[in-house]
């Protein structure tokens, strides 16, 4: 299994940008990516971005241009950087582990998450 611990949350003011950090511990070997995950109150939880270990990244149309994943794969950690934050970033902030194990009839995948963190913006 995989563990998942986050920091860097926290209240900022609009325009400005903050760094969220997750480390992943366990059988980290069988990680195939990470990402972050956001839900606001009220509102379904959203992909932000997920990054592969090959370092393909993805990200929401709303944070692109905006936010930055990056992921250090020797310390399990991945990053999520966030510029030019709006108000409507506040939510809580989830970190995501995809992880996939082969066996003699295929492969099964399980997904891991942080217990999330608060970020709010204000205006």
């Known amino acids: 299994q995989v563990q998942l611990v986050e920091s860097g949350g926290g209240l900022v003011q609009a325009g400005g940008s903050l760094r969220l950090s997750c480390e992943a511990s366990?059988?980290?070997?069988?990680?195939?990516?990470l990402g972050w995950f956001r839900q606001a109150l009220g509102k379904q939880r959203e992909l932000v971005a997920t990054?592969?270990?090959?370092?393909?990244?993805n990200y929401a149309d709303s944070v692109q241009g905006r936010f930055t994943i990056s992921r250090d794969n020797a310390k399990n950690t991945v990053y999520l950087q966030m510029n030019s934050v709006k108000p409507e970033d506040t939510a809580v902030y989830y970190c995501?582990?995809?992880?996939?194990?082969?066996?003699?009839?295929?492969?099964?995948?399980?997904?891991?998450w942080g217990q999330g963190t608060q970020v709010t913006v204000s205006s």
């Open positions: 995501h582990a995809e992880v996939v194990v082969y066996t003699i009839e295929g492969s099964s995948r399980f997904d891991y």
């Open positions: 990054i592969t270990t090959r370092g393909s990244t």
């Open positions: 366990g059988r980290t070997s069988d990680i195939n990516s």
